[in-house]
Nanobody, 122 residues
């Protein structure tokens, strides 16, 4: 089992940057693919980024590609999301999640953090 906890959210102006971190418990972190998702009020949960077990493969939707970067440190059991050039529409609660499968579908992620709020002001 994996327990996940996000940090790093906050309020930032449009065009600014934030770095989210997710700390994982357990000795099996490196056996999971990791993902970031977000959910804005009244909207469905949206895929933001994924990284493979070793960090060698990453995947982003077009909405964040070239602005967001996912990375992981298996020695420290952490996964991060660097967010640059933030837009008002990036405002959401951001969640990290763990999956045995390589996937961008939220339903295939087995473990989730509690989320961290990111608010981008104009």
């Amino acid at each position: 089992q994996v327990q996940l906890g996000e940090s790093g959210g906050g309020l930032v102006q449009a065009g600014g940057s934030l770095r989210l971190s997710c700390a994982a418990s357990g000795r099996t972190f490196s056996t999971y693919n990791m993902g970031w998702f977000r959910q804005a009020p009244g909207k469905e949960r949206e895929f933001v980024a994924a990284i493979s077990r070793t960090g060698g493969i990453t995947y982003y939707p077009d909405s964040v590609k070239a602005r967001f970067t996912i990375s992981r440190d298996n020695a420290k059991n952490t996964v991060s999301l660097q967010m640059n050039s933030l837009k008002v529409e990036d405002t959401a609660v951001y969640y990290c999640a763990a999956a045995q499968r390589w996937t961008y579908r939220s339903g295939n992620y087995e473990y989730w953090g509690q989320g961290t709020q990111v608010t981008v002001s104009s």
